[in-house]
Structures are given as C-alpha cells and as structure tokens.
C-alpha cells in the first residue's frame, strides 16, 4: 500500500500569517497516462471532507487563490497564505493513483 | 447541483448486516465510478471501495474483502453498500464520493455494538 506521511499534524497560526503542510508518499504518484493523481482535502469540524485541489495543483470551482499546490512524484506541499478564520478544520492529502487508495493522517489546522 | 445522499445506517450488533445507499442528483451517474469510504470516531479517511460506472471492476480494501460489497443501481442512481459479518471495528462514519473526492455526501453512521 501506498502510505501518505503528512505533517506536521496540528498547526496553529494568527490570521494571516501563512502555512505550508507536506504530504510525502512511500512510491510515486504518476499514473501511467502521466498524470499525478494526489489531492488535498478540507474537512471542517462536523462535515463531509470537501477537495480544495485536485492533481497536485488545480484549485477547485470557488477555492480561494490563497491556497496553493506544489510538488511532483513522491513530495507535495500545500501553501495557504493569509489564513482566514474560515479555513480551520483538518487538511487531508489523498492519492487516487494507486489501489487501495489511501489519505494522510491529517493535519488540524487552529487558529492562535 | 451534486448531491449525494447516504442512507441506511444504524446501531447493529457485532456479525450483523447492514445496506448502505447513496441517491446521486445533478449529474450524470451512470458515466462515474463511485466510492465508499469511511471515518471511525476521531479518526481519518479509510477509502474501503469502489465500483466502476458499468459495475465491470470493483475494488476493496484489505480490512473489508470478503465481508462487504459494492454495487449500484444506474437506472435509480444508487450505489450501494452490503455489510455483512459486522466488526467493532467497522464503527464509522460511511460516505460515498464521486471519483476524484470532488464530491461527498453528508456521510451515514454506523455503529457496530453489543
């Protein structure tokens, strides 16, 4: 299996400062039509998770150009700058490249 | 607008069965794949299947092989989700979601105790 490694596991930041979680994965997630399958989620306390990126980098429909998503093969960052109260909750990273599928552990995100 | 909506969760006892549902609107169900995956209290994302749009592949993970099944219904824009030989373990949150996690339900509870 795949594992996600995602750290750090809490953050806790003032607003607007920014952060960066990585997400590291035990084999590369290039598919074989070249694409890199991993994604980031947000799940906000007592909802559903809700994808904010999707192949490493693409933001979704109304996600704010404050979050950012970088890397390649095995290493992936996501960046949100100038953190709002709104985007408290925990941070999954998720691959779909290879079965099973599988998440990061997690990072909580507080706000100070 | 996407929806889905899950259904049929519940208390059981440990080596019960249970059927889960998910009912998809606003898009069209029968060209997508489809998962379930689950989240046990306080715990992160466990994916434990998923279905092809044509029911031609289906995969599980390792924890629920042989014990649950996959499968859905296109002409009622159903997936569905049989548990049997229900664990402790498998106490959870059960959501469906569209291939690439762009979309979820609002997850079903399952309990599984004495």
């Known amino acids: 299996d795949v594992v996600m490694t995602q750290t750090p596991p809490s953050l806790s930041v003032a607003i607007g400062q920014s952060v960066s979680i990585s997400c590291k994965s035990s084999q590369s997630l290039v598919y074989s039509d070249g694409k890199t399958y991993l994604h980031w989620l947000l799940q906000s306390s007592g909802r559903s998770p809700k994808r904010l990126i999707y192949q490493v980098s693409n933001l979704d429909s109304g996600v704010p150009d404050r979050f950012s998503g970088t890397g390649s093969q095995k290493d992936f960052t996501l960046k949100i700058s100038r953190v709002e109260a709104k985007d408290l909750g925990v941070y999954y990273c998720a691959q779909t490249t290879h079965f099973p599928l599988t998440f990061g552990s997690g990072t909580k995100l507080e706000i100070k | ?114």
Request: some cysteine.
């Open chain 2, 1 to 114: 607008e996407v929806q889905l909506v899950e259904s049929g969760g519940g208390l059981v006892k440990p080596g019960s069965s249970l059927k889960l549902s998910c009912v998809a609107s606003g898009f069209t169900f029968s060209s997508y794949g489809m998962h379930w995956i689950r989240q046990a209290p306080k715990k992160g994302l466990e994916w434990i299947a998923l279905i092809y749009y044509d029911s031609s592949n289906k995969y599980y993970a390792d924890s629920v092989k042989g014990r649950f099944t996959i499968s859905r219904d296109n002409s009622k824009n159903t997936l569905y989700l049989e548990m049997n030989s229900l664990r402790s373990e498998d106490t959870a949150m059960y959501y469906c979601a569209t291939p690439y996690f762009d979309y979820w339900g609002q997850g079903v509870m399952v309990t599984v105790s004495s």
